[in-house]
């Protein structure tokens, strides 16, 4: 494979997904601030720390495809991150209770010897069931989901709190849309099927 692949990511779950595509890659955790600057609107924000993501692997790295996501959960036009504790968790599934939420996956692949970018956002929404508040805190006590956007895990008990899926691609929803990811490769002379050996 002419060029290395590289996770901006040190998350299990999108290191996982990458692992479908049978290719090598390297991954590492991205320092950066990911605030909202103020008034940045929910697509420029995961535009813009996708793509922050991306480019801090150039401290690291001299060479490759560096993929970067970052994804909020949108909720009333708020913009809903991670809870960080069971009690920010249970607020925002209360809030989402019998509602659809959309969650928006910013996606950038960078090339670290050519400095181009290919930046796209995905978006994906979520309709959860009417839950109780018993429910929702047994959820949280189960899985914990403080360090996910939007206070669940899709791929594991999370799927239980949902109503309705709709979107391209359900990957996205766990952080890495891999259908757009595969095209996106594409677009850096990475075919992913032509790589397999």
Known sequence: MQHPLILASSSPFRQSLLQKFNLP?????PDIDESALPDEAPVELVKRL???????????FKQGLVIGSDQVAVFEQQIL????NKENAIKQLSLFSG?????????????IQSNKTKTLVEPFNV?????????????????????CAGSFKSEGLGICLFEKLSGDDPNSLIGLPLIKLSQLLTEFDLDVLSNQD
């Open 99 to 111: 509602n659809t939420v959309t969650f928006l996956t910013g996606l950038c692949v960078y090339d």
């Open 127 to 147: 309709t959860f069931r009417t839950l109780t508040q018993a429910q929702i805190t047994a959820y949280c006590d189960a899985e914990q989901p403080y360090n």
């Open 50 to 60: 996708s793509e922050l993501k991306a480019r801090a692997a150039t401290t690291l």
């Open 25 to 29: 890659f390297d991954s590492f955790s």
């Open 81 to 84: 991150g991670k809870p960080h």
